[in-house]
């Protein structure tokens, strides 16, 4: 009799912890759309003193607004608002840092203006650089929010015959793994030519003048895996790395034949494909990342931040050049800080 009792209760165990195993399942934060929300932007850019003119879209002349105010809404489950005084209540005495290329300066620069915007005007906010690390820390919580500009996370280093690109390196990381949440993000500079900030690679021991890029960027990041499984405390330190922020020059990818920039976009594409399917490069960190021993999370930015061929700066940045690589602040980059504190808190 009581044994039977017993095996019910189990049952109904049973049933409630599949439950939440499907749930979890199929809440992809990731997997959805975007939906006008008259309630966006989460700030007033012009209010926020912090942003590099290159991603001050407004200031600089961004005439239609519409592109503010749409929602990341996922398929199946909500996406939290961000709530600054709850991320920094919940992060308290928390050391965060993005590391990267322009793509997370864009990234932290939104991060500080959603937290400019959350917190009252008297709050302690101290701004300090120390060689490639600028950190805000709101001394009011402990938490200081720092961003270290690394192109290619691995080492350029100065040899007598030029600036050698180790592939097989991350000296730096002894500073990156200080911190409690780690950001990752390289791409934009893999298949730049100019302004090419090193003159040689350096793989296995031998150096060469130049190679497959592509091959280059997946040496890099496995290098940087092997770092992560061989000297990042995870129980310690969360660690993030960023999917591949897309840009918009192929107007082929969004179904604009013969569009060759941004200029002309002024809302998301609708829905929850991109026609232009997976870059190359985030297959690469996927592989990459899903052969790691440690705990790493994708921030899977890449979809969602596709579907917004409307978001980049195009010409109203301070240089007037046509930028569809970068984003405006305000903007998507709050989404996806929306979604990396949804993955904290
Ligand atoms: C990233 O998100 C996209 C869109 O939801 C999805 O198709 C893809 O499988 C995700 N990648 C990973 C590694 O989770
Ligand atoms: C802000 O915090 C810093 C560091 O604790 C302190 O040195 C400074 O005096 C504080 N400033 C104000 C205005 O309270
Ligand atoms: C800054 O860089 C210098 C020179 O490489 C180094 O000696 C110093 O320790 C660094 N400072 C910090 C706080 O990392």
Not at 34 to 62: A, F, L, Q, T
Request: net charge negative.
């Amino acid at each position: 009799m009581g044994g039977e009792i017993g095996r019910g209760w189990c049952a109904i165990i049973v049933m409630i912890l599949s439950a939440f195993v499907v749930l979890a399942r199929t809440c992809d934060l990731y997997e959805g759309s975007w939906v006008y929300d008259e309630s966006y932007p989460m700030y007033d850019s012009s209010k926020c003193p912090h942003i590099r003119k290159e991603y001050d879209c407004i200031k600089y002349g961004r005439p239609d607004l519409t592109y503010l105010k749409f929602r990341w809404q996922p398929t199946n489950c909500p996406l939290p608002r961000f709530d600054g005084e709850e991320f920094l209540t919940k992060m308290s005495g928390k050391k965060i840092m993005y590391v990267g290329d322009s793509v997370s300066v864009n990234q932290w620069q939104s991060m500080v203006c959603l937290l400019h915007a959350a917190l009252p005007p008297q709050s302690n906010i101290t701004d300090e650089t120390i060689n490639s690390t600028r950190t805000f820390t709101y001394q009011d919580y402990g938490v200081s929010i720092s961003i270290f500009l690394s192109h290619y996370l691995v080492d350029i280093v100065d040899e007598k015959i030029g600036r050698v690109m180790k592939l097989d390196s991350i000296t730096d990381g002894d500073i990156w793994k200080e911190n409690d949440v780690l950001i990752f993000n390289t791409w934009l500079w893999w298949y730049r030519r100019d302004k090419q900030p090193w003159d040689y690679i350096e793989i296995d021991g031998k150096i060469v003048k130049d190679m497959d890029r592509m091959v280059a960027f997946r040496e890099a990041l496995k290098t940087w895996g092997n770092w992560v499984d061989s000297d990042v405390d995870t129980q310690k330190t969360t660690v993030f790395f960023q999917g591949v922020s897309p840009s918009h020059y192929n107007g082929e990818d969004w179904n604009e034949k013969g569009v060759t920039n941004c200029a002309k976009e002024k809302v998301p594409l609708s829905g929850s494909t991109y026609p232009g399917g997976v870059p190359t490069a985030e297959t690469v960190v996927e592989q990459v990342l899903s052969a790691l021993k440690k705990p790493v999370s994708l921030l899977n930015i890449t979809r969602l931040s596709q579907l917004r061929k409307d978001g980049h700066p195009s010409s109203f940045n301070a240089f007037k050049g046509m930028d569809c690589t970068h984003w405006c602040v305000a903007g998507v980059p709050d989404t996806w800080n929306q979604l990396l504190s949804a993955a904290l808190v």
